[in-house]
């Protein structure tokens, strides 16, 4: 058990990939996994006429990898079927141990997912029967999800019931007003019909949810008081027991923050850039049919009148509205070529003229409501959720994310239902969590100002500041009488991305001290990704080595899932570790040009030929699908898991400021494309275009994991990786072990590339067998 494990690891300094190579942690200048040309035929065993399996160890273990580089899931099974004796006969026994429950494990899945889908149909019905639409919708997914036709569950009387019913609910709610009641019913409705034949439907759904979830954002930024009160009903709805909190009115003005130093100069000319550089080339006609659209959705969402009178005028709404239907049709009439700047700056200009003569809106609302229209609509039209303008109260928080500086106390924080300043928790090894500072702490004031009102941009603008200096917060906590005051040393906060197996203990300075490997049996270490950042790589170079200190290396799994992405050099620097030569990742403009190419560099790739398994799902995106795809591509590691999210644009940051305000447009302008594999002339676009049917990194094995298994195996990450640092070691509850996972078939995805790499290793097994314990 890892938590009794006493053995630790040396703690050492930066890796050099030099060094690395030196210390012989794996070959840099082999890495073929087919026998030598004059070596002597193996002996098989044949298994059918078409497939022979071999009975030597070493053709066994290159044998199965090959498979699993083809993506050969009936091969591999055949080569698990016939596991040969190596020169270690508990470490061919405990392989054969580990396919037997593997399979066991899928199998207990199988007949899990039948009950499973028989208690869901019960509920639906149930729910259905009582009239609770919602929760019958939610019965309803989990029913579609176990099922292996999708469509043929939508045709089910009692379905077919449902599906009626929340349509006309949605409806209602939609007129009443009801925009959360109404959010609820379409994302199930919408989800049903996602990945069906029903496409028509789908996109009606869809459609309106799309309506809903903008106007419930408007409210959220302009109308927080009639937004509280849907949610009072929402929960009267579903908890009524509940206490639910009274609005605050410190809150009532906030929307006012985000609109600062806005003017409509700006917004010209990030409508500028964007018709000219965005990567769809799209050019002018989508860009000013956004910011329309956007504008007549604000208008026509009465909510708002609770912070803009002149929306209670219902006269002057319909003839604003009535002006921007006018100007929407004529841009939809004219042909794209005859929009330009110049029809842009009379829109913008006629548009504020005409609100000022009817619903009289702060103009710097309509400026704001245009551009970020006009951004959405590129989302829409080409799936670009990357590209905005990035408006003055958002420049500086926007320079922090880019450049990595973080220097705070290390906190994550939001409102409470009450809109006070909650604590959601401290990082780990931050100043906070040394401070003793703990998840649901609520901030009452910083440096003695009162917290109340303060909107979270504000909380983090008060509490961070120079390092290497205190800042004082009053904390109230559950449990304690009194507020208390808690100082606190500002400091560079590392985000920490390069995780192992078992995470042992943090050591004083909040350093974590990881077990690296997942076996240390057979020699094969885990590492877990969750970002690229600017430490990533020189971390990973540091983990390979306490690894090689530790014990040989026979085989690594990179666990890129749920790995958003990050620097692209750090992507780079990743990918050279495992190959020698090639194409790496290059970019190509709207044209199909290449405009840029990185490749390996020699003499670093350190990890070549390092058997690597590489885990990736529907959360890995960016750097990761670089990684992953280009030693896909190379032959250089396996994937396994699901598709990847399929992220692999570019996006550039133009500079809009002026003497009197800050702000800037972030652009798509180029798409990632990997090297071809073996057989192709091009190479693959990673990002999902609209109307695509293939995107992302597609795995060479492909294993789901079921929404439950998900959860279940993220929360017992969390929980196992969670230390209460702020806590005596001898008082802390003790930490669920990460052994399930792999032991009890929690993550099928993580135990089959463990699998293939123990088969792999199988032909490295020492003669003095690692298995037996020493009789001293």
Known sequence: MHAQNTRTA??????????????????????????????????????????AVPEEVDAWSNGIWTAAMAGDSELIDTYLDRIPESTSELRSQRLREAVDAYRAHLKAADIDRGSDRSEALARMQEHLQDEKIVEALTAAVELQTLSDDWDSVLGEEDMTALLERARVDSESSVEAGDLLLAQDLLYRLRTLHEDTGQNALYEEYDSALDDVNRRISLLAQYAQRTLHELRREEMQRLAPEDEFPEFNDAFANEWKERLRNINDRMLKRALLMASRD???????????????????????????????????????????????????????????????????????????LANNRTVQIDPTVIIREFGDGAMYRLEKEYQDEYSQVIWPEELRRFQQQVDGDFVGVGILIRHDDRRRVMIV??????????????????????????????????????????????????????????PFDVAVMRDQIKMRSVNGWWKRELSDSGEPDWDWFI????????????????????????????MHEEQPLNGLILDLRFNPGGLLRSAVEFTNLFIESGTIVSGEDRNRNQVWELKAEPGRAACMGLPTVILVNRGSASASEIVAGALKAHGAAVVLGERSFGKGSVQT????????????????????????????????????KPGADDWGVNPHLSIDMAPEQILEATELRRKADFIEEWIAKDEREQRPEVLPLITEGKDPQLEMGLLLLRARALKNAPRTDLLVESSD
């Open 425 to 482: 928790n401290p990082l780990e090894g931050s100043p906070a969590a040394r401070s003793g500072i703990k998840a649901g702490d609520i901030i009452v004031a910083v440096e003695g100002k009162d917290t109340m009102g303060w909107s979270l941009n504000q909380a983090v603008d008060e509490i961070t500041g120079p390092a290497d200096q205190e800042v004082l917060l009053r904390i109230e906590r559950e449990g304690v009488e009194e």
């Open 653 to 688: 940051v133009h500079d809009l400021s002026s003497p009197f305000s800050q702000a800037a447009v972030k652009l798509t302008t180029q798409y990632y494309v990997l090297p071809p594999m073996p057989g192709e002339t091009s190479g693959r676009l990673v990002h999902k």
């Open 278 to 352: 965005h990567i769809a080339g799209g050019g002018w006609k989508p860009l000013l049919e956004g910011g329309i659209e956007a504008l007549r959705i604000f208008v026509t969402t009465t909510a708002l009148k609770e912070n803009f009178e002149g929306l209670a005028n219902s006269e002057a709404v319909d003839r604003f509205d009535a002006f921007l239907e006018i100007h929407e049709r004529r841009i939809e009439d004219m042909p794209g070529d005859a929009l330009n700047g110049e029809t842009c700056r009379r829109l913008v200009d006629e548009i504020l």
């Open 10 to 51: 040396p703690r050492t300094g930066t890796m050099s990939i030099a060094a690395l190579a030196a210390l012989g942690l794996c070959s840099i200048t082999t890495g073929q996994l087919v026998e030598p040309a004059d070596a002597p035929a193996p002996p098989t065993t044949m298994v059918s006429a078409e497939v």
């Open 519 to 546: 076996d240390e049996t057979d020699g094969i270490g885990y590492i877990r990704l969750t970002s690229f950042n600017e430490d990533s790589f020189q971390d990973f170079l540091s983990a390979l080595q306490e």
